[in-house]
């Protein structure tokens, strides 16, 4: 296996051009984007994509999830392939780096190996994951939770959005169904790059990141159902106030996170009061609460406070309580071996960092089920993410593209 020299970079022009170009597709109102998944901007960032791909002589194959790979051959075709994956779909209100940085850095990787004629002994394969932010679809990380068996096919494409949208029906209105049964790809290892979504490297002065481990969810879905009446005429004591049980809610689940600082947090984002009119006491409130750590005992725990406190709340106020888990996932210790390689590759490039628990999730957080995977960070401004103005630098977004450069090129053996 020859090494390579530690002074390659790959092109940090050509990767940010190309993030500039994406960031057009599904623009959002606040200079961030707005490309959900399964929406004809979704399949515009995905035609984008594959053009790269073809541009940049990669083979692309598609499973029935809409999960996208663009191989670039190794030199042994019995050599499982190392994947580097993301995800192009955003948030409604997301920025133009969450996700889309760990896939077009991939692209970057290919297209830097192919301008120095590197060989490689493993097929290199760039991955767009199908809903990872389980905006539109819940859970998050649909497509590369089918494809490491948490979930069944059947179960992913019958989810629906809060217009009554069916997963499947939309992933074939925009023609990205594709024929390679999900799951039946074998990897030797995955790589994901993303932005830390939080304020650590940072405030700590790093470039990057190696991620040891990822914080576990769970999503809870929470419905309320009090009785319709006239927030005028109706005397306080006849209330069966549904939305007052939304608020009590909101309130126990912000202590019983902070009950167990450091490593937890709870928060809700969604919120589906009806019939939403100024002027009715809503007859039904539905919401989902969010809470997560790294460690499990904790996670746990909190789950059963927060559907006590849930229970309590609704018979204190004669509301029916209904609660369904629509997204978990473990804590995740990503691959040792693999995270001792993006270590030392910083190092070896005289880059800051430091290890970090990832606490948003990724598709590396269900893939790491199937096949040896590593995260690796770079910062974000201010910590910000889920926000139209996510910001990064140049100079960041190329320091961890050269991390994953290094880090793949080295996993795939370079042939003379
Ligand atoms: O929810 C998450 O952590 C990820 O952004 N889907
Ligand atoms: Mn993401
Ligand atoms: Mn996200």
Redesign the pocket.
């Known amino acids: 296996m020859t090494a390579l020299g530690d002074n390659v970079r790959i092109d940090s022009a050509r990767l940010w051009d190309s993030l500039m170009e994406m960031a057009k597709i599904g623009p959002g109102v606040a200079g961030g984007n707005n490309r959900q998944t399964l929406t004809d901007s979704d399949a515009e960032g995905r035609a984008l994509f594959k053009g790269w791909c073809d541009a940049a002589g990669l083979s692309m194959g598609v499973d029935t999830m809409g999960n996208m790979f663009a191989t670039r051959a190794g030199t042994d075709p019995k050599a499982l392939p190392v994947y580097i994956g993301s995800h192009l779909d955003t948030?409604p209100t997301g920025g133009k780096y969450?996700?889309v940085l760990g896939v077009l850095a991939g692209l970057e990787v290919v297209r830097t190996m192919n301008d120095l004629g590197i060989r490689t002994k493993h097929p290199v394969v760039v991955t767009n994951w199908t809903n990872?932010?389980?905006?539109r679809f819940a859970p998050?990380?649909l497509a590369s939770g089918v494809f490491a068996g948490i979930h069944t096919e059947d179960y992913a494409k019958a989810r629906t959005d809060l217009d009554g949208k069916v997963f499947g029906a939309e992933l074939e209105r925009i023609g990205w169904v594709g024929d390679e049964k999900v799951g039946a790809r074998q990897m030797h290892a995955m790589f994901e790059y993303h932005i830390e979504?939080g304020p650590i490297l940072e405030a700590e002065g790093k470039d990057i990141g190696v991620v040891t481990h990822g914080q576990g969810?769970w999503w809870l879905e929470i419905t309320l159902t009090g009785k319709e009446a006239h927030t005028g005429s109706t005397p306080m004591s006849m209330r069966v106030n549904a939305s007052l049980g939304l608020g009590r809610i909101l309130e126990r689940v912000q202590q019983i996170a902070m009950a167990h600082q450091p490593n937890a947090v709870g928060g809700v984002g969604q919120i589906k009061v009806s019939p939403n009119s100024r002027n009715v006491l809503p007859g039904k409130v539905v919401f989902t609460v969010?809470i997560?750590s790294p460690e499990q005992a904790k996670l746990d725990t909190m789950r059963g406070e927060v559907e006590r406190a849930a229970h309590a709340v609704a018979a204190e106020l004669g509301l029916g309580c209904e609660i369904e888990a629509v997204?978990h996932f473990d804590p995740v210790t990503f691959d040792p071996a693999l995270v001792k390689r993006v270590r030392g590759t910083a190092e070896r490039l005289g880059l800051s960092q430091m290890d970090i628990i990832?606490?948003?999730?990724?598709d590396a957080c269900w893939i790491n089920r199937v096949a040896p995977t590593v995260m690796i960070m770079c910062p974000c401004v201010g910590g910000l993410?889920?926000n139209e103005a996510e910001e990064i630098s140049p100079e960041w977004a190329a320091a961890g593209a050269d991390v994953l450069f290094h880090a793949v090129v080295e996993t795939a053996e370079v042939v003379g």
């Open positions: 948030q969450d996700g990872e932010e389980g905006a998050a990380m979504q969810l969010d997560r997204g990832s606490g948003a999730g990724h993410s889920h």
